[in-house]
Nanobody
Framework: QVQLVESGGGLVQAGGSLRLPCAASGGTFTNNNMGWFRQAPGKERDFVAGISWSGGRTWYSDSVKDRFTIGRDNAGFTVYLQMNSLKPENTAVYYC??????????WGQGTQVTVSS
């Protein structure tokens, strides 16, 4: 059973930065992909960023691709989301996700990110 534990959320002023780490356990190393989604109040959960198991391929939503960076460590089971130039509209619960062959099937409990204006 895959387990995901996020951390790093909090309150930050507009223009600031946050780094969200997520530790995964219980999965297999190869052919997995990890990513981040977010859900703002009253809205659906949206994709933010994804990364392949090797780290060689990343993909982003258009709204964040110039400000957010996704990466994973050498062991491959920790992924992080570096968020720069944060905006109030980035306020949401951010969820770490894990899956195989481009899909996401497992979710963390979420971490709150609040950006004040």
């Amino acid at each position: 059973q895959v387990q995901l534990v996020e951390s790093g959320g909090g309150l930050v002023q507009a223009g600031g930065s946050l780094r969200l780490p997520c530790a995964a356990s219980g999965g297999t190393f190869t052919n997995n992909n990890m990513g981040w989604f977010r859900q703002a109040p009253g809205k659906e959960r949206d994709f933010v960023a994804g990364i392949s198991w090797s780290g060689g391929r990343t993909w982003y939503s258009d709204s964040v691709k110039d400000r957010f960076t996704i990466g994973r460590d050498n062991a491959g089971f920790t992924v992080y989301l570096q968020m720069n130039s944060l905006k109030p509209e980035n306020t949401a619960v951010y969820y770490c996700a894990f899956g195989y062959y481009g899909k996401f099937d497992y979710w963390g409990q979420g971490t709150q990110v609040t950006v004040s204006s």
